[in-house]
């Protein structure tokens, strides 16, 4: 019986991929290349944050479309590595690693924080308050948003 992946090794794994833009897609995304990105890339990215500071889902992806000199990067699974690297921060942490990924900066476009990550809600809200920054509650079922996230946005520097 094998032994079961731990979510550093998933984060590892994830290899990136180049597609072309197939025709019937072309309408809606463009013309050229799609990049599919791998995980390290991502957390690469996260890692030059510090307290305070803030980044996207899509300020990640036009980062790494601009280095690898694609037409953009795919959302979902951006989404997803991101869930992995959360995921295996989480772990590190509770197995006592000094420094982990700070995966709680990443937010929504709109600056809405991602409730999908561990912890859910309540964990983004307080990791976040924690580095300074103030929360709007969102009303209804929109999630929470950092309150000025644009002006806290890391220049992400190629």
Do not use: C
């Amino acid at each position: 019986m094998s032994k079961k992946k731990t979510w550093r090794e998933k984060v590892d794994a994830v290899e990136e991929k180049i597609h072309v833009i197939t025709p019937e897609w072309e309408e809606k995304l463009g013309k050229g290349n799609i990049l599919i990105p791998n995980a390290v890339d991502i957390e690469r990215l996260i890692n030059k944050t510090k307290k305070g500071e803030l980044l996207t889902n899509d300020s990640i992806r036009e980062v790494l479309a601009t280095e690898k000199k694609v037409l953009l990067t795919a959302a979902i699974p951006t989404g997803v590595y991101l869930k992995y690297i959360a995921l295996a921060s989480e772990e590190e942490s509770g197995n006592n690693k000094e420094t982990v990924t700070p995966y709680w900066r990443v937010l929504k476009p709109d600056g809405a924080i991602n409730i999908k990550f561990p912890g859910g809600e309540e964990k983004q809200v307080a990791l976040l308050q924690s580095e300074g920054h103030l929360i709007e509650m969102g009303k209804g079922k929109k999630p929470p948003k950092v309150v000025g996230f644009k002006k806290k946005l890391h220049p992400l520097n190629i």
